[in-house]
C-alpha cells in the first residue's frame, strides 16, 4: 500500500484516509504457475529423500518441494535472504507450512536438487545451518514455539532458548526418516499452551512453583477484582478489605497450584520466580485420526530446572524419549499408541523416568484416570505409584 495512494497518516484526523476490513490478500494471486495450473488436480506424491516431495498431477505435471527449517522469529535481512532465494531458483514463489518451515516450489529434479545444494550450503557467522533441508516423513520437523523471554510477560521459561537446544540434540532427525512415525515436539512457556503442547508427542511447558504475590496498593486501581476471583481455577481468592481499608484479594496458598491465570487477569498479582518456575514434559498426544483417534499428551515429568542458555536437564530427557520410542515402537505408531499398548507403567519403566505423586490427576474429572482394574504389569513404577498413594 503505498504513502502516494493513500497519504500520510496524520494524527490530527486519524479517521482520515482510514481503510479497514479489508482482509488478508486473495491466496491465488501468490500461488506459483504449476500449482495455479493444476490445483484441485494432485494425484499422488512421493517423498523423494529427506525434505524433498514431490507431486504428481493428473495433467502430467510434477512439482518439487523444499522444505527446510526456520526458526520461526526471524529478522527481515533472513526474510531478504529467502526472497532472494525463491528469485534465483524459484521464480519468486515461497510459502511457509504450518509448523514453520519455509517451501520452495520447482517445476523439475534437476532445479530442486540444485536448491537443496544452496539451502545446506548456508550458514551464519556462527557455523549453523541457515535452511537446513529436512523435516519429511517419519522424522522430527520443525518445533511449535511461543513467545518466551522475547516478548510475552507470563512465561515459566523461554520458548527459542529452549527450541534451540532441543533441536540441536535432535537435528540428526530434523534431516533423516528413520523413526517408527512421525514425533511432534511442541513448546509453550505457559500453561496458556498457545500453540500445540497439548496435543504434541512430546511436548514441553513452562510451569510456576510459587503463588502469585498480592501487590495491596496496586490491586484496587489495576485490576477487576471480580474477574480476579473468577480467573482461579480452583476457588482459591477471594475479595479482602486490607486493615487501611482497600479493596484487594486474598490467596490460599493450600488451594493454589500456580497456574498464573490471576495474573494475566491482574498486573498486581505476578508469580514469576527465578527458582520456582520450571519445566513439564508431557509426551503421546496427536491430533490425526490415523488408525487411532487423536490424543491429549499427558504429563511425565512434573520439573525439570530451567538451565539458560542451553537447558541440558530439558534436552537430554527429551532425547531419552525419543531413543526408547525410537528403538520400540512399531512401525507407523506414535508415541501415544506406543504407550497405550505397551502401558504407561512400562512407558516409564523403558524410559528410566522416575513416577512422582505430580503426575496423578487430581483435577475435578481426575477418577477416569485412575487404573479401575487389576491389569498391570510388575513393575519398579508400578510400585512406586501404589506407595504414592499410600499403599505397599
Ligand atoms: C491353560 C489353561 C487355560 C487358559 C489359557 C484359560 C484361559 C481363559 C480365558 C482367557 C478366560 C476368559 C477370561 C475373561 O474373558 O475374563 C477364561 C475363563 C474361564 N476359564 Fe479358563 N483357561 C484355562 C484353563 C481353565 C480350566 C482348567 C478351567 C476349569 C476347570 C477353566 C475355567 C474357566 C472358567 C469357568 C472361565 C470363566 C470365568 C468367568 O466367566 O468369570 N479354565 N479362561
Ligand atoms: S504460552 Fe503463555 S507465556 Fe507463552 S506466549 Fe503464550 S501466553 Fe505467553
Ligand atoms: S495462580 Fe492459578 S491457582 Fe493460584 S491463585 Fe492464581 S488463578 Fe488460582
Not at 477471594?238 to 487477569?265: A, H, I, L, Q, R
Request: one cysteine or more.
Amino acid at each position: 500500500m503505498s504513502k502516494g495512494k493513500l497519504g500520510y497518516f496524520n494524527p490530527k484526523k486519524p479517521m482520515e484516509n482510514r481503510i479497514t476490513d479489508c482482509g488478508p490478500q486473495r491466496y491465488e494471486q501468490f500461488l506459483p504457475p504449476v500449482i495455479r495450473k493444476n490445483y484441485g488436480k494432485w494425484v499422488s506424491h512421493r517423498i523423494l529423500e529427506p525434505g524433498l516431495l514431490m507431486h504428481v498431477s493428473e495433467t502430467g505435471d510434477k512439482v518439487y518441494t523444499v522444505r527446510c527449517g526456520g526458526a520461526r522469529t526471524m529478522s527481515v535481512e533472513h526474510i531478504r535472504e529467502i526472497c532472494d532465494i525463491a528469485d534465483k531458483h524459484c521464480g519468486g514463489y515461497v510459502r511457509w507450512t504450518t509448523r514453520n518451515n519455509v517451501e520452495f516450489i520447482t517445476d523439475s529434479e534437476e532445479k530442486a536438487k540444485a536448491l537443496k545444494k544452496d539451502l545446506d550450503a548456508r550458514k551464519f557467522p556462527a557455523g549453523s545451518h541457515k535452511f537446513p533441508v529436512g523435516g519429511t516423513g517419519f522424522g522430527i520437523t520443525g518445533i511449535v514455539h511461543t513467545q518466551g523471554w522475547i516478548h510475552c510477560h507470563c512465561p515459566a521459561t523461554d520458548a527459542s532458548g529452549v527450541v534451540k537446544s532441543t533441536a540441536d540434540v535432535l537435528f540428526e532427525h530434523f534431516t533423516d526418516m528413520k523413526l517408527p512415525a512421525k514425533l511432534r515436539i511442541a513448546l509453550a512457556c505457559c500453561l496458556n499452551m498457545c500453540g500445540a503442547v497439548h496435543c504434541s508427542d512430546i511436548a514441553i511447558l513452562g510451569y510456576h512453583r510459587k503463588p502469585p504475590i498480592v501487590d495491596d496498593k496496586m490491586i484496587g486501581g489495576a485490576c477487576e477484582i471480580p474477574l480476579v476471583i473468577a480467573a482461579c481455577p480452583l476457588y482459591a481468592i477471594k475479595p479482602v478489605t486490607t486493615p487501611e481499608g482497600k479493596k484487594s484479594v486474598s490467596v490460599n496458598y493450600d488451594k493454589c497450584m500456580f497456574c498464573g491465570n490471576c495474573y494475566t487477569m491482574c498486573a498486581a498479582m505476578p508469580l514469576a520466580d527465578s527458582e520456582g518456575d520450571c519445566i513439564n514434559i508431557l509426551v503421546g498426544g496427536k491430533i490425526s485420526n490415523r488408525i487411532t483417534k487423536p490424543k491429549f499428551s499427558k504429563i511425565v515429568v512434573a520439573a525439570l530446572p530451567n538451565n539458560p542458555p542451553r537447558w541440558p536437564e530439558v534436552t537430554d530427557t527429551v532425547k531419552k524419549i525419543v531413543d526408547v520410542y525410537a528403538s520400540d515402537a512399531k512401525k507407523y505408531e506414535r508415541i501415544g499408541d506406543w504407550a497405550e499398548r505397551i502401558g504407561w507403567e512400562k512407558f516409564f519403566e523403558k524410559t528410566g523416568l522416575p513416577f512422582t505423586w505430580h503426575v496423578i490427576d487430581d483435577y475435578r474429572l481426575a477418577y477416569d484416570t485412575l487404573r479401575t482394574s487389576t491389569q498391570f504389569k510388575f513393575t519398579e513404577q508400578a510400585w512406586a505409584v501404589s506407595k504414592t498413594v499410600g499403599g505397599i
